[in-house]
């Protein structure tokens, strides 16, 4: 999954996109179930307010905040690292 602006995204082409770790390409997906809660590519929440419609706003808020953007802070700190070397 690449989570990026709506402007970025619009602009990418995805089918050029490979990325390969440890000889095996990383598969692409437009959605992913983590901890019970399906995150799309946009991070609308969209499919997963089907499921579950009765979750507010800030509800998904505070699920972006708790499960989503560590993983983005943490990752970029580790990138930032690598790139270093």
């Known amino acids: 999954m690449i989570i990026t602006t709506q402007y970025k995204y619009e602009r990418l082409d995805i089918n050029n996109i490979n990325i390969v770790y440890e ?9 992913i179930k983590y901890l019970g ?11 997963h307010l089907i ?18 953007q560590p993983h ?10 690598f790139h270093i070397r």
């Not at 809660?37 to 499919?47: A, G, R, V, Y």
């Not at 579950?52 to 499960?67: D, E, F, G, Q």
């Not at 983005?72 to 690292?81: E, S, V």
């Open 72 to 81: 983005f802070d943490y990752c970029a700190t580790i990138l930032y690292m």
């Open 37 to 47: 809660l399906i995150i799309d590519n946009n991070l609308t929440f969209k499919e």
């Open 51 to 68: 499921i579950a419609n009765s979750l507010s706003i800030m509800t998904c808020i505070t699920v972006y905040k708790s499960i989503i």
């Open 23 to 31: 000889n095996n390409q990383i598969e692409l997906v437009k959605k």
